[in-house]
């Protein structure tokens, strides 16, 4: 669903003074390249994000990413598509009902049990790289760290089910996603990356490492398509802390950043990313994206602790094509 802040975002592109482009200072500041897409980010519902891995399991500063699993056969927090209903505190997975006038994926707050310093952003957060927050981000959530994350499963009577470490996070590693968990695209031209596109069908996540890869498609100029990996770690990260029921579709607010003294180009850093971001589209699932039944595939998320340097391993490939009507 597009949202309003898309139309605003034409707007701020069909306003800008093209007189700029007489002024060296200032001309870059109608690149094209400023306008075009330029993050996805991960959601959920609202609650969930006290629930699950963010639910505290003493002891909490240890850096371990800590689950209960209510499920007889799955390690999932979520035991029913619809409610939690085994958990301590019920409550309905389902995130609020999408409407164009929405900002961010979750209104209400999505702040985590320990919530000191954390801003709410409404979305999956990727704290593990922030200094400040790095020590509480097996309770923030909601990925892995870039050396890997160790993880500990247990029953609901809280005796030990599974431990082990999960393997490198794909984004933190190759530095592709923020501490508010922003997931950039990469800078490839639209040929480039076509070509990227059309070899990308494997589960290969290497061939994302730079970022979600942008490709004119079948409908350009009525259309395009947006592809990218959810590799075997980060989707067990995310599993843990809750699942996946939303994504978000994000251009640069330009006009903020102006307003801030921050002028293009406008280069995506991780560790320090002063981008600002105006929510354009998002998607919204009426079950976990990323839910597994009980079957190997599943399992060996956790208790194979697959390499992802191997192509195809327990990963997932992404396709969102936007049409413009």
């Known amino acids: 669903?597009?949202?309003?802040?898309?139309?605003?975002?034409?707007?701020?592109?069909?306003?800008?003074?093209?007189?700029?482009?007489?002024?060296?200072?200032?001309?870059?500041?109608?690149?094209?390249?400023?306008?075009?897409?330029?993050?996805?980010?991960?959601?959920?519902?609202?609650?969930?994000f006290k629930h699950h891995a963010h639910k505290i399991i003493s002891p909490s500063g240890d850096g371990?990413?800590?689950?209960?699993?209510?499920?007889?056969?799955?390690?999932?927090?979520?035991?029913?598509?619809?409610?939690?209903?085994?958990?301590?505190?019920?409550?309905?997975?389902?995130?609020?009902?999408?409407?164009?006038?929405?900002?961010?994926?979750?209104?209400?707050?999505?702040?985590?049990n320990y919530s000191s310093g954390v801003t709410d952003v409404g979305q999956c957060l990727n704290p593990i790289i922030d200094p400040t927050l790095s020590a509480y981000a097996n309770l923030i959530g909601c990925f892995p760290a870039a050396s890997g994350s160790?993880?500990?499963?247990?029953?609901?009577?809280?005796?030990?089910?599974?431990?082990?470490s999960l393997q490198?996070?794909?984004?933190?590693f190759n530095g592709i996603m923020d501490s508010s968990g922003f997931l950039t695209?990469?800078?490839?031209?639209?040929?480039?990356?076509?070509?990227?596109?059309?070899?990308?069908?494997?589960?290969?996540?290497?061939?994302?490492?730079?970022?979600?890869?942008?490709?004119?498609g079948p409908t350009f100029?009525?259309?395009?398509?947006?592809?990218?990996?959810?590799?075997?770690?980060d989707c067990a990260s995310l599993n843990l802390f809750g699942g996946v029921y939303q994504l978000g579709l994000w251009c640069l607010d330009i006009k903020e950043m102006l307003k801030n003294g921050y002028y293009p180009p406008y280069s995506f850093t991780a560790l320090n990313n002063i981008r600002k971001y105006k929510l354009f589209a998002k998607k919204?699932?009426?079950?976990?994206?990323?839910?597994?039944?009980a079957n190997n595939?599943?399992?060996?998320?956790?208790?194979s602790a697959p390499d992802w340097l191997n192509p195809g391993v327990a990963s997932m490939v992404i396709n969102w094509n936007i049409r413009f009507v």
């Open 1 to 48: 669903m597009f949202v309003d802040l898309a139309g605003e975002h034409i707007a701020d592109i069909m306003t800008m003074n093209r007189g700029l482009a007489s002024i060296p200072s200032a001309s870059s500041i109608l690149d094209t390249s400023n306008y075009t897409f330029q993050a996805i980010s991960y959601g959920k519902d609202a609650d969930g």
């Open 168 to 172: 490198p996070s794909v984004y933190n």
């Open 221 to 233: 100029p009525s259309g395009i398509s947006l592809k990218w990996a959810l590799a075997a770690p």
């Open 297 to 303: 595939a599943f399992k060996n998320l956790f208790e």
């Open 185 to 216: 695209f990469n800078s490839f031209n639209l040929s480039f990356n076509q070509i990227f596109f059309d070899t990308a069908e494997s589960l290969d996540p290497n061939l994302f490492a730079l970022g979600v890869i942008r490709s004119t």
């Open 284 to 293: 919204t699932f009426n079950r976990d994206l990323i839910t597994y039944t």
């Open 64 to 112: 371990i990413i800590k689950v209960i699993s209510y499920g007889s056969n799955s390690f999932s927090g979520y035991s029913t598509l619809h409610t939690a209903s085994a958990l301590f505190d019920s409550y309905l997975l389902l995130p609020q009902s999408p409407s164009p006038l929405d900002t961010r994926l979750e209104s209400s707050p999505t702040l985590p």
């Open 150 to 164: 160790k993880y500990q499963i247990f029953n609901s009577q809280g005796n030990l089910i599974i431990s082990g």
